[in-house]
Each structure stands twice: as structure tokens, then as C-alpha cells.
């Protein structure tokens, strides 16, 4: 390295002039050219997209179908009831088997309400999953046991 002072060699390593004490600079390298300019094409500003939320939880999709079976299921057994009511007391009572029908649909409606109230809180407790049908599922459900609930202790009152 040459000193710019006195011009005098020094070692390549050198920080200061091994004659004078001038400070060496130490030439920087030429930076490395800028690559040609490629085609002009504007960069795309869009609004960002958030990643999609993943689906509905299958479980609250089952609660939710099955709440809506158990009320047709409700609405069945009491149309069944209406009608054994107005047949036993209206003398049209034509001996068909809907005492059967009248305890097995409100059996399979209060399972199926049961049931769909259990998948819709083990949906709702899944993490990272869409919930709207299993909170759906649970109000059907629980909204259907509850009536069910008020109907019974309304019959047990009655007595």
C-alpha cells in the first residue's frame, strides 16, 4: 500500500505509514455494476388476502341437522298427540296402532336432540374451526329439550 503523503511502500496490512505516521486509507473495491434494468412492469398493489378460515366443524354440521330433525320429530309426536286426543274423546278412535307411534317419536326426538346438543358442544370446544353451526346446533337442540322439559312439568303439574 502506498502512502498518499510521502509515497512511500508499505506492507499490504499496514493501517499507518511505516515513514510518516500518515493514516492509510485502504481503497475500497468499486462496488459491482448494477444490473441492466429489466422490463418495466408495475408491481401488483393489491389488497393482501387473509389466509381463508378453515371450514365448518362436521360435528356442528351433524348438530345442527340433527336439532332440525328433532323438531320435525316434535312436531310429529304432537300432531300424533292431537290426533289420539281428538279421536279417544271424539268417538272416532279407529283402533290403529298410533299409541305406539305417539311413544316412539318423542323418544327418537329427545335422542335425537340429546345427541345433537353433545356434537354441538364437542364442535364448539375444537379449536380453529368455524363454530356457526355448532352454536346453531346447540340452540336448536337445547331450545327443543327445553320445550320438552316445560311440556313434561306442565303434565306432571296438571296431575
Known sequence: MIC???EFENQPESLFCTECGQRLERSKPAPPE???PGPDIAPHIGPTQEPPLPRNHPLGLASFILGIVGVILWLL???FAIYLFLSAFGG???GE???VIAIVVPT???LTNLA???LGIVATTQQALRKGHAIAGICVNGLSLATFLMLLLALYVSD
Do not use: I, K, T, W
Request: proline content about 19%.
Open 4 to 6: 498518499p503523503r510521502c
Open 34 to 36: 448494477p444490473p441492466p
Open 77 to 79: 309426536s304432537v300432531g
Open 92 to 94: 272416532g278412535y279407529d
Open 97 to 99: 296402532n298410533f299409541e
Open 108 to 110: 327418537l326426538a329427545l
Open 116 to 118: 345433537g346438543l353433545v
